[in-house]
């Protein structure tokens, strides 16, 4: 079975796939989990608002999201980007958009949904009582929210948060759609060249699944302390 | 910057020439239900094997679930099609890859692509079978076991019986999350709704009415599921049996 198997091949193309793929996909992975998390958050305050209108948009927006592919997604935003951006400088043509700038918008704010709903049950899982001294400490809603609720909300959902990261990692894969170069796209590109399939996409899969493997485990001694301490 | 919309489209002939756009959208929407509810009944087969043997005493049989799990949980899906479409055929004898390889289109990409997502959403489905077998009160498995019932026993007419009611809803968003998983096999060329909405940017130039439609049908199947499946918790409810509110859980 590995009895044509080219080592070599995956040898000589290391330094491009993780120089130039893996970089680009972490880094995608951090600027969308950042901007998703941020994002999220505030669409889960969104959703929790009293005035109907804010509450509606919001969880439109999330279930509209959850609801097509991510594929999809990558699509309607590998084309609209360009003339959101047109819109927003006011030209007449729509602007140019990279690879890695598109994928970071569309990861941003397609996962900005799932981050809402988790973030969201965070919220929830804060006692009432907390909001109420809150606010009969004479604290508004941004400090009871920013000093009070998310910070505690945050911490309860830290496994959770990270869980949906790793996801996100594999996720980031999917630009190969838009024929970005990310790990996947890569070591596609090698593969293809040098005719290695086999060996290019084994190797994805061992790199993919060690590296997730791996966050996972962290994520659930993480859960463990956190656990105790509560 | 203004775009000008131009709806007609999805009434004017494909290039192919089997019918108006919005026809070839629909059947990539058939395509997409095919490919779906046969590796969902793979999925389901495969998850309630792999979740209930997690919950067993039999050590060995414990580790294997979580290797299964573990494997296919963190690799990337669409490295996982890449895998069944490309290495698995040049790994099998020569024969049965070359069988597989001549298989006529569609079916080439189909059959990986439904391999793919089968096992990609049984290790879900075993996740969700374990998880609601463990949410049992302990008592049920120690009663069963008290009334004389063999350990097969036990799950095949006390246990599994509870726990699929309550691992109904979770299954739900599983099973919406393979019709939305499966636009990932028009990488390997399956033309299912998403190849197909992208097929028609490419031969119409009308770039966001083929998404919009794409998304309207999405956005429409994912009504009737969920119309669907409450009508099937309603109608397999058993009084008194409260489901445990499962805690939020991260996917996609």
Redesign the interface.
């Given at each position: 079975?590995f009895a044509g198997y080219d080592f070599d091949a995956i040898q000589r193309s290391l330094p491009y796939l993780f120089r130039e793929g893996m970089t680009f996909t972490v880094t995608l992975t951090a600027i969308a989990a950042s901007g998703g998390i941020v994002f999220g958050t505030l669409l889960a305050m969104m959703r929790l608002s009293a005035f109907r209108p804010v509450s509606m948009l919001a969880g439109g927006y999330v279930n509209?999201m959850r609801?097509?592919?991510?594929?999809?997604v990558i699509?309607?935003f590998f084309?609209?980007v360009p003339?959101i951006g047109?819109?927003i400088i006011?030209?007449?043509?729509?602007v140019r958009v990279g690879a890695f700038l598109s994928a970071a918008i569309t990861f941003t704010m397609f996962e900005a949904a799932?981050y809402c709903?988790?973030m969201r049950?965070?919220i929830q899982s804060i006692a009432r009582g907390q909001v109420w001294s809150g606010y009969a400490l004479g604290l508004n809603y941004w400090q009871t929210m920013g000093h009070i609720v998310l910070p505690q909300a945050f911490r309860n959902?830290v496994p959770?948060?990270l869980?949906?990261t790793?996801?996100?990692f594999?996720?980031t894969?999917?630009v190969?759609?838009i024929s970005a170069t990310d790990f996947?796209g890569a070591a596609?590109k090698v593969?293809n060249r040098d005719y290695r399939?086999?060996e290019m996409?084994?190797f994805?899969?061992v790199v993919?699944?060690i590296i997730?493997?791996s966050l996972?485990l962290l994520v659930k001694r993480l859960q463990d302390r956190i656990a105790i301490i509560r | 910057?203004k775009?000008t919309w131009h709806w007609q489209i999805l009434f004017e002939t494909e290039p192919g020439g089997t019918g108006t756009y919005l026809h070839y959208l629909l059947v990539g929407l058939g395509w997409t239900l095919a490919t779906a509810l046969a590796a969902w009944v793979i999925a389901l087969a495969l998850g309630v094997v792999v979740g209930t043997v997690r919950t067993t005493t039999a050590r060995w049989a414990v580790r294997l679930g979580n290797l299964y799990v573990?494997?296919f949980?963190?690799?990337?899906?669409?490295?996982?099609m890449?895998?069944w479409f490309?290495?698995v055929p040049?790994?099998l004898p020569e024969a049965v890859g070359d069988w597989i390889k001549q298989m006529p289109p569609p079916w080439g990409s189909y059959v990986p692509a439904v391999l793919c997502l089968a096992i990609f959403t049984s290790v879900r489905v075993a996740e969700q079978v374990g998880a609601g077998i463990n949410s049992l009160p302990r008592g049920q498995r120690l009663a069963a076991t008290a009334m004389g019932l063999s350990q097969f026993e036990a799950y095949r007419r006390v246990m599994l019986p509870q726990a699929f009611r309550i691992i109904l809803p979770p299954l739900t968003s599983e099973f919406?999350n393979i019709i939305?998983?499966?636009?990932?096999a028009?990488?390997i060329g399956l033309l299912e709704l998403?190849g197909r909405?992208?097929a028609m940017?490419e031969f119409s130039f009308r770039?966001?009415e083929a998404?919009s439609a794409?998304?309207v049908i999405?956005?429409l199947t994912?009504l009737v599921v969920v119309l669907v499946m409450r009508a099937l918790e309603k109608s397999v409810r058993v009084p008194g049996l409260i489901a445990a509110g499962a805690?939020?859980?991260?996917?996609?």
């Open positions: 079975m509209l609801s097509v592919p991510l594929v999809l699509f309607w084309f609209l003339y047109a819109w006011g030209a007449r043509e729509p799932y709903e988790i049950a965070g959902m959770v948060l869980t949906q790793i996801i996100l594999q996720d894969s999917l190969y759609v996947l596609s593969a399939l086999v996409y084994t994805a899969a993919y699944f997730s493997y996972s | 910057m775009y573990e494997i949980r963190n690799v990337p899906l669409i490295v996982q890449f895998l490309f290495v040049e790994l919406m939305k998983n499966s636009s990932v028009l990488t998403t909405a992208r940017q770039v966001f998404f794409a998304t999405y956005l994912n805690g939020p859980q991260a996917g996609h």
